[in-house]
């Protein structure tokens, strides 16, 4: 609380169009402040949840593609 008290007492010197001022980036940050967003589990277990029905290997899968894109086979 220290520095809201600070600025608060900072505000008693700015002229009356400096304050309006303030006033406007106040209101934008209050309107622009992020959400925390609701993290649901860890992101490699959202992967492998994806993956879990894929038959085969996916890194087998990758390195032949890869081989296709070099014209190496």
Do not use: C, F
């Not at 609701?38 to 085969?56: D, F, Q, T, V, W």
């Amino acid at each position: 609380m220290k520095l809201k008290e600070q600025t608060i007492k900072e505000l008693e010197y700015l002229e009356p169009s400096e304050i309006i001022k303030v006033y406007d980036m106040v209101i934008a940050l209050k309107s622009v402040q992020i959400k925390p967003v609701k993290k649901s589990g860890l992101p490699y277990m959202k992967a492998r949840k994806a993956l879990e029905n894929i038959k085969g290997s996916l890194g087998n899968d990758i390195a032949l593609l890869r081989e296709d894109r070099n014209g190496t086979i």
